[in-house]
């Protein structure tokens, strides 16, 4: 924050004044914060990995203060999102989806406005807004497609090393082939839009 400071006879001087941001792990269906400790409270592509979001959300709740935001963000279903499709019909068609993997609700529940506004009323949460953000994957490299999602990812890593090695190589080859569409000279560019969803407490 800059600021400045100006007296009778004085010239104008510039001040910096530096803000220390404090980080703390805890656990967001429980948080070790009093009721109406906030103005903001963001989560981003976090909700989907809690095994009881609708607790969290709930939590958010209490620690926001009388007209403090929620904002969130997750990713959109395969029907709008091709990175998505291509990759969850490659394991569809070679792999096996039955698989273990850390409990959470279905990764896509809260990229539906819908389920988001169901579970933010629930919660008392009121003037819910919803905004598709057209994220997009870029690889230069074929081979690179799953890459996002070895590297970035929890419960779709997941369920890729939950494959034996001959599935997950043809998991990957049909995640290539299917690609391919979506080269623009020398880049792949394939659309992954994510769903921002903000409320207030009122």
């Not at 979001?53 to 904002?71: K, N, S, Y």
């Not at 590297?151 to 034996?164: I, K």
């Not at 080269?183 to 792949?188: E, T």
Request: net charge positive; charged share 25%; aromatic share 8%.
């Amino acid at each position: 924050m800059i600021s400045g400071i100006s007296g009778p006879n004085k010239p104008k001087k510039k001040s910096t004044t530096l803000r220390v941001i404090r980080t703390r792990v805890s656990n967001a269906e429980a948080l070790p914060f009093a009721d109406d400790s906030f103005d903001a409270v963001v989560c981003s592509f976090g909700i989907l990995h809690f095994a009881r979001p609708e607790q969290a959300i709930a939590e958010t709740h209490r620690v926001l203060r009388t007209g403090g935001h929620f904002a969130f963000t997750a990713w959109s279903p395969p029907e709008k999102s091709p990175y998505f499709a291509n990759f969850l019909g490659a394991v569809a068609e070679y792999g096996d989806t039955d698989v273990s993997l850390p409990k959470g609700p279905p990764i896509f529940t809260y990229g539906d406005s819908e389920e988001c506004k169901r579970s933010l009323a629930a919660c008392c949460f009121t003037d819910m807004t919803h905004t598709e953000l057209p994220l997009v994957v870029r690889v230069n490299n074929e081979d690179e497609v799953l890459t996002p999602l070895y590297c970035g990812s929890v419960r779709s890593r997941g369920l890729l090393m939950a494959q034996g090695d001959e599935k997950r190589e043809r998991i990957h080859q049909a995640a290539i082939e299917g690609a391919k569409r979506y080269r623009r000279g020398n880049v792949i560019e394939m659309p992954l839009p994510a769903l921002l969803t903000a409320a207030r407490k009122p």
